[in-house]
DNA sequence: TATATAATTTAGTTATGCCTAAAAATTTGT
DNA sequence: ACAAATTTTTAGGCATAACTAAATTATATA
C-alpha cells in the first residue's frame, strides 16, 4: 500500500503530464507546495517501485503501472464528489475537500458500489471526466471561455474544481456543468464577458473565465 | 487533530471501561495488541492533552473531554455501519473492517448527512448503539444467549461485531439483530443450544452463544 | 565556447509518531 | 515481608516526509 503522500504525487504527476509536457521536479514541487529537494527524493522513491521513469534532469513520467494507480485515485476522487453530491446533498462547493481525504482509504468494494448507485457516470459534478474501472478516461471536447466570441451560445462543460470560492461564485449565478448561455459582450482590451443565463445577464472576469470551459458552441447573433 | 493511533487508544479505553472495570495498562496493551511499554506511552501522551486520568500504577480513566472524543469515533463507526449496509449494499460481515478506517477521517458535515439519511438510527447492523451527536448512549437492556432455558422466545438484540467468520455463520441461519428465535434445547453439561428460527431448526455452540445477546425473553413451553 | 544563471540532486538535518527490549520501580498475593 | 507480577522508565529503532545548504549539471546568452 503507497502512503498517502505517493499517491498524491503519482496523481500531481498525472494532471502535469495531461495538461503540459515534461514534468520537471520543480514544476511538481511548485505544483505540491514543497521545495524541489523534496519533490526529488520522492521521485527516486516511486523510481524504486517502478511507478515513474526518471534520468537525472529529465524530468518524470509514469509507467503504466503508476499510471494507473494515478487514473484509480482520480476515479475515487471523482466518484466520491458525485456520490457526496447526489447521495448525500453535500453543497457541489464542498464536495472537492470532502473527496480529496476519502480518495485514500476507500476499498474497491466500496468504489464498485458507489459507481453502481450512480449508474456508472462519465463525470463528476464539476465536469470532470470520471475514468471507468480500466482506467479509461472518457474523451470530451470542449474550449476555454476565453476563446468565445459575442453572439456565441454554448454549454458550460466543466469548471475547476480546486477553488471552493469561485464555485460558489459560479453557483450564485447558476453556472453549472450542463448549462446553457450566451455571450453577450466582450469586452475590450481583455476586458470581462457579459453573458446571458436563462434571460439573466451575468458579467464574468478574464480571471473567471479562464476556468470555465465549454462546448457546443453556436453562433447566434440573433438576440 | 489526533492520529489514528490515539483515537483508537481512547475508543478501546472507553470500551474497556464499559465491559470492566479498572482499565490497567496491560489489559490496553493487550486489546490493541502492543507492548505495555507502548500503552504507558500513548497514556502518558493522552494524559497531557487531558484526554485521560492516570496515576502511575493505578490504571486509566477517559476524562470528559476524552469520552466525549471515544464516542465520537464510536458514533461515526456505527453510523458508518449502518450507512454502508443500507445505502450501499455492504454485506453486514464487511461493514466492520470499512467502518474502522472510515470513521477516523469523515466529516462531521458527512456525519450529520448520513445520520438524517438514516432517520436518526439508534443502532447499527449488529445492534450496537450509536451515541447520538451529544454523545448519548441509547441504553438497551439484553442478556447473553447463554443465560436462556428450554423453552423461552427472544428477540436477538446484539451480536459482537469484530469476527466476520462469525458473522457469516450467524447469517447462514439469519440470525441477526430483530430476529426472533425459540430456545428448543439446551444441551447438559455446557453443551449447545438447539434452537428454532421461524421454523428451521439451528444447532448454536456455546462460544457461539456468548456473542449473541437477546432482549423480550418470555417463556413459552408450548410448541 | 565560455560563463553566468537556473534547475536539480545530494547529503545531512529535523520532526513526528509509534514501536520495542531491558532495566527499574511499584504493587499484589501469600 | 518477600516473591511474583505488573507497570513504568529508559534508551533506542524504524518509517515517513519534510527541510536547508552545498554540490552538480544543464541551459542560455554574450
Redesign the interface.
Known amino acids: 500500500m503507497l502512503t498517502q503522500a505517493a499517491e498524491d504525487y503519482l496523481k500531481s504527476i498525472y494532471k502535469l503530464e495531461e495538461k503540459g509536457g515534461k514534468v520537471s521536479t520543480g514544476i511538481l514541487a511548485e505544483y505540491l507546495d514543497v521545495k524541489p529537494a523534496s519533490a526529488t527524493g520522492m521521485i527516486k522513491k516511486l523510481k524504486s517501485m517502478n511507478l515513474v521513469s526518471h534520468q537525472r534532469y529529465q524530468g518524470v513520467t509514469l509507467t503504466d503501472t503508476g499510471k494507473a494507480i494515478a487514473l484509480e485515485i482520480i476515479r475515487h476522487h471523482r466518484l466520491l464528489e458525485l456520490y457526496?453530491f447526489k447521495?448525500?446533498?453535500?453543497p457541489w462547493d464542498?464536495v472537492h475537500e470532502?473527496a480529496e481525504?476519502?480518495e485514500h482509504?476507500?476499498?474497491e468494494?466500496?468504489e464498485a458500489?458507489?459507481d453502481e448507485?450512480l449508474g456508472y457516470p462519465t463525470a463528476d459534478p464539476h465536469g470532470s471526466p470520471i475514468p471507468d474501472k480500466n482506467g479509461v478516461v472518457p474523451q470530451t471536447q470542449s474550449i476555454p471561455m476565453t476563446d468565445l466570441q459575442d453572439g456565441q451560445t454554448c454549454v458550460v462543460a466543466e469548471v475547476s474544481d480546486s477553488d471552493s470560492a469561485l464555485l460558489r461564485h459560479l453557483g450564485s449565478f447558476n453556472l453549472y456543468p450542463g448549462t446553457e448561455f450566451r455571450v453577450v459582450e466582450v469586452a475590450p482590451f481583455e476586458g470581462p464577458f457579459t453573458i446571458d443565463i436563462a434571460g439573466q445577464q451575468a458579467v464574468i472576469g478574464r480571471e473567471v473565465a479562464k476556468n470555465i470551459f465549454v462546448n457546443n458552441v453556436e453562433q447566434t447573433d440573433n438576440v
Chains 1, 2 share one sequence.
Open positions: 457526496l447521495a448525500l446533498g453535500v464542498g470532502e481525504i476519502l482509504v476507500i476499498s468494494d466500496v458500489r458507489m448507485f
